[in-house]
């Protein structure tokens, strides 16, 4: 049996945890429902999945090559959510307590990012698992 590495789109599914579960907040009036819904999925991914890697991609808020072939790209989203955006830090914080890896690139979507650990993973053998709700991605 080949090793496993799961990677995951960290803005993918902190987005979609963000709009998944109703506002939380803590006593400090910070925002947690992402961060709780993302360590939702990921403690359920790591539980069907068991993984021996596991690796978060995160977007860097800088452009990327495609906004230098075309200056509209993704010119009609909708910015972050305030209270989405807030999480962001901590979601990454966690994650580091936790020992997970997380990588980042200015210049590079996460999608690029874990494309790219695919390739090289399948290469050296490792079964590969991606997780995101990006259709680019997808």
């Not at 506002?23 to 961060?35: E, I, K, P, Q, R």
């Not at 790219?116 to 259709?135: F, H, N, Q």
């Amino acid at each position: 049996m080949s090793e496993k590495i799961v990677l995951i789109d960290g803005h993918s599914i902190l987005n979609r945890a963000f709009y998944g579960i109703p506002d939380l907040t803590n006593s400090a009036g910070l925002h947690t429902n992402a961060v709780y819904g993302f360590l939702n999925i990921m403690f359920k991914i790591l539980e069907e999945e068991k993984p021996d890697y596991l690796t978060v991609a995160f977007d860097v808020h800088a452009p990327t090559f495609r906004h230098e072939m075309y200056k509209e790209y993704k010119g009609t989203r909708k910015p972050m959510a305030e209270e989405l955006r807030q999480q962001v830090p901590v979601m990454k914080e966690v994650l580091k307590a936790m020992g997970v890896t997380i990588v980042e690139r200015e210049g590079y979507e996460a999608d690029d990012i874990l494309g790219t650990i695919a390739r090289k993973s399948e290469a050296a053998g490792l079964e590969v698992s991606l997780v995101s709700g990006d259709r680019d991605l997808l």
